[in-house]
């Protein structure tokens, strides 16, 4: 069974940092491009990253842009998201998507995490 | 970056209605444009790729259209199990910007 799995989310002030890792399973991870996707409390969804099969491309939404930086271990069938600079505005619930071929350009979002919740708040 | 604009952003409607949810790019997009459906409390699920392919396992009452920058969403016959928020996407290139939702409820 194809299973992105996410953890790491979590309470943390502002300014702090944290990791959100996603373990991939029931799928050769190494072929598929990945994104993160981020939903606010009540709000629609937001493309926050993405990473392309070999890990040897990536792009940012503005918003994330210098503080976010999306990564990938093919040996681990992981993906990352490191998040620094955290402001009350990242508060989310942050889904691993996986897309439907090895680029994020021109292929879909076919298979979604259960998603991780970020908090930040003093 | 090209903008994605849903509307409505809600509706309300009965059961065996047709229902139409539409979505606008600020520039032409060819056909790279998806929708999702978002029950409450759930994960969003791919619905349709390609403006109008139905994803595998998807009911037949979905279909979309459309190409450029106008596209559609259409429920052929609504069902109370179609309650959901509902998002387009684009895909031809980075940002992969998703449209602000359409909330479908029952009357």
């Known amino acids: 069974e194809v299973q992105l799995l996410e953890s790491g989310g979590g309470l943390v002030q502002p300014g702090g940092s944290l990791r959100l890792s996603c373990a991939a399973s029931g799928f050769t991870f190494s072929s598929y491009a990945m994104s993160w996707v981020r939903q606010a409390p009540g709000k629609g969804l937001e493309w926050v990253s993405a990473i392309i099969s070999s890990g040897g491309n990536t792009n940012y939404a503005d918003s994330v842009k210098g503080r976010f930086t999306i990564s990938r271990d093919i040996s681990k069938n992981t993906l990352y998201l490191q998040m620094n600079s955290l402001r009350a505005e990242d508060t989310a619930v942050y889904y691993c998507?996986?897309?439907?071929?090895?680029?994020?350009?021109?292929?879909?979002?076919?298979?979604w995490g259960q998603g991780t919740t970020v908090t930040v708040s003093s | 970056d090209i903008q994605m604009t849903q509307s409505p952003s809600s509706l309300s409607a009965s059961v065996g209605d047709r229902v139409t949810i539409t979505c606008r790019a600020s520039?032409?997009?060819?056909?790279?444009l998806a929708w999702y459906q978002q029950e409450p409390g759930k994960v969003p699920k791919l619905l349709i790729y390609a403006a109008s392919s139905l994803q595998s396992g998807v009911p037949s009452r979905f279909s979309g259209s459309g190409s450029g920058t106008e596209f559609t969403l259409t429920i052929s016959s609504l069902q109370p199990e179609d309650v959901a928020t509902y998002f387009c996407?684009?895909?031809?290139?980075?940002?992969?910007?998703f449209g602000g939702g359409t909330k479908v409820e029952i009357k």
């Open positions: 998507v996986r897309h439907s071929s090895a680029w994020y350009k021109y292929s879909t979002m076919d298979v």
């Open positions: 520039q032409g997009i060819g056909n790279y």
């Open positions: 996407q684009k895909y031809n290139s980075a940002p992969l910007t």
